[in-house]
């Protein structure tokens, strides 16, 4: 089998890639709603990937892995990776799973992801009543995630919440804010965490997505001060989405000051960059995104890797569409122990609920749970009947 072309579409806000093969079987991936900028680093690939044998994933992939970097640079890469196991697996007539080692679980766990709605405010009794609402949703979640502080509009709306550099948006995604957070804004927080809490009690656990930009003592003392409640995670405290490094050694000086666990990871690309993170044991849990990381097998490797070192694995993948839940489904059918459980990605517009083909009738998620796909490759594919209605005029031959 040779690949023959390399083809990459916006439907709806997803960009969309699609490599087609000799013998008619094409492989299908997809990326987060926020970057339908990567269209051209997706064909800057096509000269690299024409005449190679799509099923020898790994051969392939060294001719590219090297030009990724740190989210969100390495999207480009990974979805090229997603595409390659939907073909591998649709030659072979079986889920991507059975070639990443088979499944050890017959369910894969999640948490609430883009299952969220916007706040009414920024004060504890709205926070409240947002947890509250994401835990009576019928999928049951076990755990819900909230943003705080730098992840949420806190930093604006509370007054003087922090002495650092403000951020002018205008709809800009990535900008990063950052500094000192004024006592003020520290109780403000905890405040917001203590009403959660509250609400949720033991039944439904509770992880905090916090930044990035936060400094060290700020954050050793918000760490000390939610250890009585049980957090599942304080995320992203000091690097975190599109910062490109990852700083091990201030985040190892973090976890070893609190019991609260440290979480990190989304923004990272490929094994290498992970390696002194895990190895000096820095976090207590990685977040990867199969979306950014390099690719399914990627995040694989680096959840073993984990997994000798006493290091949990949460995925990220919140806004990684249908195409991304298939991904994420087939690789964490395939994780160690130390596996939690994935940010659920749904369909971010109602168009997705037309096109895609392969998700179950029923509830996708029940108790928390999802079962594996039993479709090929990634497991699901898109109706291109309906989904041309959706291509901008320059990508019509999308489905050709």
Known sequence: MKITDLRCALIGRHPVVRITTDEGICGLGEVEFTKGYIKPWVLHFRDALIGEDPTDVERVMLKIRQRGSFKPYGAAVSVIEHALW???????????????????RD??????????????????????????WMAELPEKFFMVKQGISF??????????????VRQTRSGYHGAMDQGVISEHGFNHMLDCVIAMKEVLGDKVSLALDCGPGWMLPDAIRFARAVEKYNIAWLEDMLTGDYVPW??????????????????????????????????????????????????????????EHAYMHSILMAPHGTANGLLGLGALINVCATLPANYIAFEYPTASDPLWNDIIEGLPSGPIVTNSMIDLLPGPGLGLTINAKEAKRYLLEEDAGFFD
């Open 246 to 303: 990852v700083n091990p050694q201030a985040y190892r000086e973090l976890t070893l000051s609190t019991s609260t666990p440290i979480h990190t990871g989304e923004q990272i690309y490929s094994r290498h960059n992970f390696k002194e993170l895990i190895e000096t044991q820095a976090v207590r849990v990685i977040g990867p995104d199969p979306a950014d990381i390099g690719g399914i097998a990627e995040l694989k490797w680096v959840a």
């Open 107 to 132: 369910q894969v766990r999640c948490y609430n992801g883009n299952r969220r709605q916007k706040r009414t405010g920024d004060r504890p009794e709205d926070y409240a009543a947002d947890v509250k």
């Open 151 to 164: 992840h949420s509009n806190m930093k604006d709306t509370v007054e003087d919440f922090h002495f650092g």
């Open 86 to 104: 939907d073909i591998a697996g649709k030659a072979a007539n079986v889920p991507a799973y059975k070639l990443l080692g088979g499944k050890v």
